[in-house]
């Protein structure tokens, strides 16, 4: 039976400073976005709008046939 060993490397790292002057929101977005692959971002505001134009369909599809049955009534 042989013996295998395993070494791992641990690597101590300060902790961050957190800093006392407050940043402005234009600056986090910035930040985040600058790490952020755009072609990312791209691609989920695409699938935010399509599901954003399929979710908002039948809304319309149950508004206009609303307006058909209240114009039906008025008659």
Not at 11 to 19: C, Q, W, Y
Not at 40 to 66: G, K, M, R, T
């Amino acid at each position: 039976m042989s013996v295998i060993t395993v070494k791992r490397t641990v690597i101590k790292r300060t902790p961050n400073k957190t800093s006392t002057t407050r940043r402005s929101f234009r600056e986090l977005t910035r930040s985040y976005f600058a790490s952020e692959k755009s072609w990312e971002f791209v691609i989920e505001a695409l699938f935010f709008a399509i599901i954003v134009a399929i979710s908002a369909w039948p809304i319309f599809a149950a508004a206009d046939a609303l307006n058909e049955f209240l114009q039906g009534t008025a008659s």
